[in-house]
């Protein structure tokens, strides 16, 4: 079993910047791609940026260029920094563990507010 905890959520005003980071209590990044995941009420949980166990980072269209998402092996986390935030990315960050297209571990989430 594996818990993947997420932190630095909170309040910013349009503009500012966050770090999230999702900490997993083994090493599992050799295995599992890891992808961070938002869902604002009344919304689908939708994809925001994923890092694959090899290749290339992604991202969704609408964080792409703002939000960058990387890892530390050493420290078995993974983080989200979000930068030139808006309101409309107001929302419960998740991160996940998935392997062939299926997700096995979920975090608990941490609540991401875009407000002045």
């Known amino acids: 079993q594996v818990q993947l905890v997420e932190s630095g959520g909170g309040l910013v005003q349009p503009g500012g910047s966050l770090r999230l980071s999702c900490a997993a209590s083994r090493n599992i990044f050799s295995i599992y791609a890891m992808g961070w995941y938002r869902q604002a009420p009344g919304k689908q949980r939708e994809l925001v940026a994923a890092?694959?166990?090899?290749?290339?980072?992604n991202y969704s269209d609408s964080v792409k260029g703002r939000f960058t998402i990387s890892r530390d092996n050493a420290k078995n986390t993974v983080y989200l920094q979000m930068n030139s935030l808006k309101p409309e990315d107001t929302a419960v960050y998740y991160c996940n563990a998935d392997r062939g297209g299926k997700t096995y571990y979920w975090g608990q989430g941490t609540q991401v507010t875009v407000s002045s």
């Open positions: 890092i694959p166990t090899r290749g290339s980072t």
